[in-house]
Each structure stands twice: as C-alpha cells, then as structure tokens.
C-alpha cells in the first residue's frame, strides 16, 4: 500500500502538536519582598497602592530575566522579623543587618546602594552647625519603629520618648511639620525622603536647615532567609545586572541614593547567627 506523503505529513504534525501541549509548563518561582512602610522606598504597600521605589525594582527584576517572578507581600516594620523567620515573606529589602536582624538566621546580600540619615531643624538667625551637635535638651519627633544610630539602634519606642524627649509618629511629612510649627526642635530625617519633600514642597527650602552631621549612612542590603526559592548568588546577579544595565541608577539616583561601584561577584555574607552556628 503506498501511503500519501501529506496525509503522513498532517499525521506527524498532529502528534508533534499533542505532544508539545502535553509537556508540563514550567512556571515561573514565585520570591515574596517584604515591604514595611519606609518612604520613599515603600509607601503605604498595605493600602495596594504602587507608590515608592519598591515597585519599580520589582518591575526591573521582573522584567530582566523569567525564572523567577517576584511579588511584594505588605508587612509591618516589627513584624517583619517575625514573617521572615516564619517563611511567610522570602527576603526583606532596604534593610540594613544592624536593624534587629542579629537574632535572625539569613543572608545578607549587597545590593549596591547607599542612602544617610540627617537631621533638620528650623532655620533661625544666629543658628549654624553647631545647633546639630549635641541632642540632649532638645525635643524629637522621630519615626516609630526606625533604627537610630545616636540611640544605640534601640527602636523601643518606649524608651525612645522617656530618653530623648522624643514624639513618634508613622509620617516624617508629620515631623517635618512639627519642625516647621516650632512643636519639635529636631527631627532626623532620611536624606532620599527630604530630597523628595523639598521637591515638592520648594516652599519650605529656606525654612529648614539640615545637618552636615549625618546620623547613619544606610548601606542597603536584602536580607535572605534560608530555603527560600531565589540563592544569594542569585539575587546578587542580578542587582549586578541591573547596576549594569542602567536601571538602579534610573531608579535611585534622582533621590540621591547612591549607586556604587559593583564589586566582582563574591559569596554573600551570612548572618553572625550562622556563621556562629558553622563555627561550633
């Protein structure tokens, strides 16, 4: 019997198009970012709004490679520590190791960015530098739940007030305000936030002074928990690959976070926690 080519042809292409629907889909791995309000980093992340910077990083990751599919997961900033530990977020990002992570296993990983902390006050004639010298006698408005270097990183907000006569509020809008009102006398404030703030508000620029003194540089790391999808080495590669293709300078830069110089890829630093752990 001789057999028709095109039949043969149809028959062979109806096979290869069963068989190619049958294969099993490989989805992309889902990573969960924690995001604790923090502006301008995130905004308000609980309320589904797509405001701050985080949004734009995630898009950038998203849109840079296909393995992995990153989503943000709205948290608290002292509930964080806790939904990492938990599994419930994958890694926290914008944090630094200082800020309550010592008790908590994970891995650092560089992400190539540094923003500072600075104090401001009202500008008054007569007032220089020198007003940002000494904090003792002066009334604070500080943000609830941030890590300060002149107080030793303790966040208590407890203790905060009872120690630096200090008013805690969730809004540095609301404590640039005080300052503004005469209600506080200094309020330190994230450098990225007041670039923002005075750019919006260029009414406000010859009413406010800002220290030379800077509080604390925040060196910006991701803290990755163990067994999460994405490895260290991973997500390393890729803020490499973003430093290098323009988007963190797009991103960061017009805040004035600075985007430093990539190292070569090397192991990610591990918690104190678990180098301690692999040392006994």
Not at 23 to 45: C, D, K, S
Not at 60 to 86: E, G, K, M
Not at 166 to 173: F, G, I, M
């Amino acid at each position: 019997m001789q057999l028709n080519p095109l039949r043969v042809a149809q028959v062979a292409l109806l096979w290869l198009s069963a068989t190619l629907f049958s294969l099993p889909v490989v989805a992309e791995q889902e990573v969960r970012i924690g995001a604790a309000h923090f502006p301008p980093y995130t905004v308000r992340p609980e309320k589904g709004a797509d405001t701050g910077l985080l949004p734009e990083l995630v898009a950038a990751l998203n849109q840079l490679q296909s393995v992995y599919h990153f989503v943000i997961v709205p948290t608290a900033l002292p509930r964080r520590f806790q939904d990492l530990n938990q599994g419930r977020i994958d890694l926290a990002i914008f944090e630094n190791p200082k800020w309550g992570w010592q008790d908590i296993d994970h891995v650092n990983v560089d992400l190539g960015l540094e923003d500072a902390e600075v104090f401001v006050a009202l500008r008054k004639a007569g007032r220089g530098q020198e007003y940002f010298d000494n904090l003792d006698g002066k009334r604070l408005a500080l943000f609830s739940g941030y890590h300060y270097a002149f107080a030793g990183f303790d966040a208590d907000p407890g203790w905060l007030a009872s120690h630096f006569n200090a008013t805690l509020t969730y809004s540095h809008d609301s404590n640039l305000l005080m300052v503004l009102r005469g209600r506080v006398d200094i309020a330190p404030i994230t450098r990225s936030y007041l670039s923002d703030y005075l750019a919006h508000n260029p009414q406000t620029a010859d009413k406010l002074m800002m220290s030379e003194r800077v509080d604390q540089v925040y060196h910006h790391y991701a803290i990755l928990r163990p067994g999460a999808p994405i490895s260290a080495e991973a997500l390393s590669g890729y803020f490499k690959q973003l430093h290098d293709n323009g988007d963190l300078q797009r991103i960061f830069q017009p805040l004035r976070i600075s985007v430093l110089s990539m190292p070569s890829l090397s192991p990610p630093e591990p918690s104190p926690l678990k180098s301690k752990a692999a040392s006994e």
